[in-house]
């Protein structure tokens, strides 16, 4: 695969591998910064969870919902094993 191929490519699925892992990060980072930091009500935190843990989606889409961290995992350990 040339360098033009991967990167529209790259272009076509990096926006949609990225919204999933933005969602899990922000609303991740916003729990623990609503619990330890201003001591949210349970409700807040259950919310925030919902959307953390892909339970929106419903539980036939929810697996959809990990498949980018699934790569993103697959991807960041290939690269530690070929730079160790």
């Known amino acids: 695969m040339d360098m033009r191929s991967l990167r529209k490519l790259h272009r076509r699925i990096a926006p949609i591998l990225f919204l999933p892992l933005f969602l899990t990060a922000f ?3 916003a729990y623990r910064v609503a619990n ?4 949210t009500p349970d409700r807040v935190g259950a919310i925030l ?5 892909g339970t929106f989606l419903g ?3 929810r697996v959809f919902y990990f498949i980018p961290h699934l790569m993103r995992s697959l991807i960041f350990k290939e690269n530690a094993a070929q730079n160790w």
Do not use: A, R
């Open 27 to 29: 609303t991740g980072v």
């Open 36 to 39: 330890s930091w201003f001591n």
């Open 59 to 61: 539980e036939e889409l």
């Open 49 to 53: 969870m919902y959307f953390h843990q």
